[in-house]
């Protein structure tokens, strides 16, 4: 049964409007955002959901009582985060949509293309034997070769 869960017909305008539009977030991001490493992102403290109304109280506290902040730590640099925080996070929920959308969208044509594919091996097996493609379609049978790396190579007997 054939599928067709998208149909999708991107214009060289609609792709160069894509591409003008990555590369000027590319442009502005990349003076402002940061590339961290695996052990840097492990060390770091996290703050979740809890942590973030936690830090939020603390430094609504702080602020309202600055006689308590000691002179080695900058609340207004904590402040500045945080508000850098606010305004990047809805920018970043709204690319992880849009990503999400993008990769549902390949997946489903990914499909499309496995099931015609599949499709349309199954009918070469079938049809296509006398027609000069029965080479092309064994070809095309290493897809569903069930050899392992053990058959391919045996373990001489000692």
């Known amino acids: 049964m054939s599928q067709n869960l ?21 442009a502005t991001l990349s003076r402002h ?21 936690f830090c939020r109280q603390t430094l609504n506290v702080l602020s309202q009582n600055p006689q308590v902040v000691p002179a080695g730590l900058d609340l207004a640099e904590a402040r500045r985060d945080l508000l850098a925080l606010d305004q990047l996070r809805s920018r970043t929920t709204r690319l992880r949509q ?13 499909s499309d293309v496995m099931r015609a594919s599949l499709e349309g091996y199954a009918l070469l097996k079938v049809l296509g034997k006398g027609s000069g493609l029965e080479s092309l379609r064994r070809d095309m049978a290493a897809r569903f070769s069930r050899s392992t790396a053990a058959t391919k190579n045996p373990i001489p007997a000692a």
């Not at 591409?19 to 590319?26: K, M």
């Open 33 to 53: 955002l940061m590339d961290l490493s695996v052990d840097e992102r492990r060390s770091l403290p996290k703050m979740g959901d809890k942590s973030e109304a």
């Open 98 to 110: 849009l990503l999400g959308r993008a990769e549902d969208t390949e997946t489903a044509l990914g």
């Open 6 to 26: 998208i149909s999708l017909t991107l214009s060289e305008a609609e792709l160069a409007e894509m591409d003008a539009a990555i590369g000027a977030l590319e």
